[in-house]
């Protein structure tokens, strides 16, 4: 089905491990985000890419890395993941100057 | 930087009246949109309503729509005849529609920290 989607949907890891958030558009849209949703913070902006090979830091990077080599492709990487990373981490992404669709989320735990 | 602040961290509202949220934004730019968002307990956020800041006209979708006051730099949206279903979280969210980025603006969605309703029945 076209769309956006996220893998995993749930992730349990321990501090100090590497994880990566997969997501993928089937729209080819330009740009695509990243944000984390926390109690009392809203969406705050992690990463975005404006295209393939474009990325640029939001608001919150630290910590995290992303790459965008193919367009419909924007994985999010926690180097070395700390507790302070749980989180309800959501993908989006738009055309230019179009609407944006969101991802359902991944919700990160890590112990 | 443009800002986006909800006063209101929880709101409630009995079935079939109608509510308002708030919301306020700062900014230095002329051309941007504001967005209303619904974030059900599925956590999938959606669209509710969309407003150009050139458009003088209120964005109105159904029993949503809002009140624009570009001078104040407020956007609220209400709610009529609220239904169990509108219970959720909304996030008010700006985005330039510079296509230069001004004064730190960008096709970036920045987004207040949300308002949870709650509609009795």
């Known amino acids: 089905d076209a769309g956006i989607t996220q893998s995993p949907r749930y992730k349990i890891t321990e501090t100090g491990r590497q994880v990566t958030l997969m997501c993928h558009q089937t729209w080819s849209h330009s740009y695509m985000f990243w944000y984390r949703q926390d109690l009392g913070h809203g969406l705050r902006l992690i990463y975005y890419s404006a295209a393939a090979d474009i990325t640029d830091k939001g608001e919150v990077p630290d910590g995290y890395v992303v790459s965008r080599s193919k367009t419909e492709n924007f994985p999010l990487t926690l180097e070395s993941a700390t507790r302070s990373q749980t989180s309800v981490y959501f993908c989006a992404s738009r055309p230019r100057g179009g609407r944006q669709f969101f991802g359902p989320g991944t919700r990160l735990t890590v112990l | 930087a443009q800002t986006v602040t909800q006063s209101q961290p929880e709101m409630s509202v009995q079935e079939a009246e109608t509510v308002t949220l708030s919301c306020t934004y700062d900014t230095s730019e002329s051309d941007y949109y504001l967005f209303w968002y619904k974030q059900p307990p599925s956590r999938q956020m959606i669209l509710v309503i969309r407003?150009?800041?050139?458009?003088?006209q209120n964005a109105t979708e159904n029993r949503f729509s809002v009140n624009f006051q570009k001078a104040a730099k407020s956007f609220s949206l209400k709610i009529s005849d609220s239904q169990l279903g509108d219970a959720a979280m909304y996030f008010c969210?700006?985005?330039?529609?510079?296509?230069?980025?001004?004064?730190?603006?960008?096709?970036?969605?920045?987004f207040g920290k949300g308002t949870k309703l709650t509609v009795n029945p």
């Open positions: 969210a700006y985005r330039s529609a510079s296509a230069i980025p001004l004064q730190g603006g960008s096709e970036k969605l920045v």
């Open positions: 407003q150009e800041a050139y458009k003088q």
